[in-house]
């Protein structure tokens, strides 16, 4: 018959055993799971972010911004309800620019936004920088400004290439008779004093 301490040694094994493999069996679940995770591209963070904004989920919106950014991250009413888009990745070492547009829907206006949504490697991970965003944002009117400068600009220059002919056709004639008169100057010169040359 079996013994009282033999009983609890076989007690304590299947515990000890069975702990032993519940405890591995947690630990690659949280293994695989961790594995599962994906690091978001440049693009994916700026949808994510744009998208919680959007949503005005602010909490889910500071995940995805730089820990140094994310207390300017507060609800814009105008951005509730927008659409989306985003185009041209440039990425520079730790630091990429997500070309990005969003569609602003509300009462007043429909008005489109076109600015780089600027993200910095924080741990590995892309996160947006709050500020320099907002700063590419709050130069969308001067942008308008200088391109509208630079069309203008780029109209002078056509202008002033089909003038050139122009210009250097009467430079030509002012000099040839500038040339002209000059001479006619001399032979009266020479005219008035025929013993004296010039």
Known sequence: MMEYKDLLQILHRNYTE?????LTGILSLLFILS??????SPEQATKTFWTAMANGELESAKKYSTRETQYLVIKQENLIGTSLETGVIVINGPIAKVATVIALKNNENNKIL???TVLLKENDVWKVDYRQTLNNFSILPFGEVLNSLRAIGDVINKK??????FFDNQIRSFSDELIRQ???FRH???KANPTEKL
């Open 188 to 190: 009266q010169l020479e």
């Open 114 to 116: 076109s600015f780089d």
């Open 160 to 165: 002033l290439e089909q003038q050139m002919p």
């Open 35 to 40: 594995g599962c995770q994906t690091i978001l």
């Open 182 to 184: 000059l001479d006619e």
């Open 18 to 22: 069975y702990r032993v493999s519940r």
